[in-house]
């Protein structure tokens, strides 16, 4: 597989939300604007490439028997990492993301990532994997925020560019779904005539 297929099959082919079905926690509660969708699926990027160059780094080294703890250990270690740097330069993204920022640490795609690819491949790959996997995620929670945005609130990245409310049911947990479901059927029928 050639290093820039490594990046781009996170996009379309294993998209994490769309196709491979990870992560519906944040997606679906963090998404309710296009600017929290970034700043999530920018978290979990930064912690899904640290996380995969240091576990396939490391792999040769674990036993077999303790790998699934040791990797978790990894990526509770930059998920730490992240989080105190976000309280001290990015206050306002933390408190908005709050609780989601620990939950990273047991985010399937990060764990699934790193027992799929990082612990069977090299590092290079592995980070490769990581970003392309992060920017995937990013993409698909941004796409849900500004769609969740503009029916909700009739406005994209907090610009308001429709007058009135908008339907509130967009901006509140059954929006989340009904957007992630249209969206997936949107997706998948891309894929197929692919």
């Not at 509660?29 to 396939?56: C, H, K, R």
């Not at 610009?159 to 947990?173: C, E, Q, S, Y």
Request: net charge positive.
């Amino acid at each position: 597989m050639s290093k820039w297929s490594l990046v781009t099959k996170g996009f379309v082919k294993d998209n994490p939300t769309f196709v491979l079905v990870l992560g519906m926690c944040p997606t679906l509660a963090t998404t309710t604007s296009a600017i929290n969708g970034l700043e999530m699926g920018l978290a979990t990027l930064f912690v899904l490439v640290l996380s995969n160059i240091a576990i396939s780094a490391l792999a040769p080294l674990v036993p077999d028997k303790v790998h699934i703890p040791v990797y978790i250990v990894v990526i509770a270690t930059f998920v730490t990492v992240l989080q105190l740097v976000m309280q001290a330069y990015a206050p306002g993204a933390y408190a908005t993301l709050g609780l989601f920022i620990p939950l990273i640490v047991v985010n399937c795609i990060v764990l699934g990532r790193a027992e799929a690819f990082a612990n069977k491949n090299t590092v290079v790959d592995s980070a490769l994997d990581g970003l392309g996997i992060g920017l995937g995620f990013t993409l698909s929670l941004t796409v849900i925020g500004l769609v969740r945005e503009i029916l909700g609130s009739g406005s994209a990245f907090g610009f308001k560019f429709i007058p009135g409310d908008g339907m509130l049911a967009f901006v509140m947990a059954p929006g989340a779904f009904i957007v992630l479901g249209y969206l997936m059927v949107l997706f998948n029928k891309y894929l197929k005539k692919k």
